[in-house]
């Protein structure tokens, strides 16, 4: 497939690592659309080492402000636990032989992207913070986390969870918690922690909707796809299009998310319940996204950031003031009464969510 | 002795438990030094985790402690997943 040793098909078969990496490279966003297209057409290294140097001499350099290229750091910790673990690919590097590697570094590229070029904001800090991972942490790991500083991800047991890094949506939720935390900086319990959760879902969704080229209408709207091991019955860990239904499994169970304040799970485990919870701003955003039609990250994903880093989310925000505030930061935007108003106005009221 | 564990959270947020009953076992002698240890450190409350971290109580007979990653000991984690893994 290329000349590159370790190299495999990633988050899907149509986006590989490289070109992820590569359009993250591209400054006007007017070019690197057609750009990507052709990308994804081809795929052909020689195309994309034309595209990107075409882009790079067009560029000047500005020191004074963030780089509009990402400062990644790729690190291993050899199924061990101590944090951050050997370095193995830094910024620049070309790929390696370790296709968990190289998913990691394409998929921080391709989120650093999205919140570049459609919401002009340099990396997680707005400031160009470097961009750390950690992978193959600890033995068999189950797991993917953000710790404050870093993301960490799991192999996965592989009877059920297979590597974290596989899909793009993972990476793009966990990157996002470092977003929360240096905008609106959720409290990560109870209904401000499952909105802390949904935002991740949200935007580790739109990266991979932004990478692939999907509107609304041709997104899964599934956050995990590709996660869960042949034979586990289930498509993914969450559905945002329909809370609840992403798997039910005699090993994993039910998918317990609700899509509708009917359904809110009152409990003190999981912070609150924030994995499950999430399940109603989840299924709020893909209304008002599906309502408005086309690519989600440029409507709905522009009202959801404004509110993320407008400064009046408060930490220990509701479910309410979240919505409220949505609609405000549409009415803003894009005008009173307008289909955006709108949309989002009734995708909160079809999730039972009343704004005050 | 009977310890128990429970895991919560995590990014798929699915709970799991187990349980090992050392009476009888022949390997009982290194589990309740391993479980003295691991329940030796952990605070009785629920520390606050982090994003997606799975966070984990730990029962050893009539005691418990809570712990979380990333910030476990090396005998909290060792405990955890040899229970999760046995006891399951
Ligand atoms: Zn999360």
Request: hydrophobic share 35%; aromatic share 8%; with cysteine.
């Amino acid at each position: 497939m290329t000349t590159h040793g370790g190299f495999q098909p990633v988050f899907c078969t149509v986006v590989p690592p490289h070109v992820l990496d590569r359009l993250a490279r591209s400054d006007d966003p007017a070019r690197s659309g057609p750009a990507r297209r052709t990308l994804r057409r081809d795929g052909e290294l020689r195309t994309l080492r034309q595209v990107t140097t075409e882009f790079r001499l067009a560029a000047e350099p500005d020191t004074r402000a963030p780089s509009d290229q990402p400062a990644r750091t790729i690190h291993d910790a050899g199924h061990r636990t101590d944090l951050p673990g050997a370095v193995v690919r830094r910024e620049g590097e070309p790929p390696g032989q370790d296709a968990t590697v190289n998913r990691a570094y394409s998929g921080l590229g391709a989120t650093f992207d999205l919140y570049l070029r459609v919401y002009g904001r340099h990396s997680i800090d707005g400031e160009g913070l470097p961009l750390v991972a950690t992978v193959h942490y600890d033995e068999q790991y189950d797991n993917a986390f953000w710790n404050g500083e870093q993301m960490v991800f799991g192999d996965g047991d592989g009877e059920v969870f297979l590597d974290f890094t596989l899909p793009l949506d993972v990476i793009g939720h966990e990157l996002t918690h470092g977003v929360t935390q240096h905008t609106a900086n959720l409290t990560y319990y109870g209904q401000s922690g499952a909105l802390n959760e949904s935002v991740s879902d949200v935007f580790g969704s739109l990266i991979k909707q932004y990478a692939l080229g999907q509107t609304a209408a041709e997104a899964d709207w599934l956050i995990g796809a590709g996660l869960l091991a042949p034979g586990v019955t289930g498509s993914a860990l969450r559905s945002m299009k329909a809370p609840g239904t992403a798997y039910d499994d005699d090993v994993l169970g039910k998918d317990p998310q609700p899509a509708t304040m009917a359904g809110y799970v009152r409990t003190g485990r999981d912070n609150g319940g924030v994995h499950i919870n999430s399940g109603i701003p989840n299924h709020a955003f893909y209304l008002a996204a599906a309502a408005l039609g086309g690519h989600a990250w440029e409507k709905a994903g522009q009202i959801w950031y404004d509110v993320l880093t407008g400064g009046e989310l408060a930490e220990r925000a509701l479910f309410a003031d979240f919505a409220g505030l949505t609609v405000k930061a549409a009415r803003e935007r894009y005008g009173d009464g307008g289909d955006e108003f709108e949309a989002v106005r009734k995708a909160w009221e079809q999730v039972g969510v009343r704004i005050l | 002795m009977r310890i128990q564990v429970r895991r919560t959270g995590g990014f798929a947020g699915i709970e799991r438990r187990g349980e090992v009953e050392t009476s009888g076992r022949p390997d009982a002698a290194e589990w309740h030094a391993l479980a003295e240890r691991a329940v030796a450190s952990g605070p009785g409350t629920p520390p606050a985790g982090v994003p997606d971290g799975f966070s984990y109580r730990i029962t050893v007979d009539d005691r418990t402690v809570y712990c979380a990653d990333p910030r476990l000991t090396e005998d909290q984690r060792t405990l955890v997943s040899r229970v999760l893994k046995e006891g399951a």
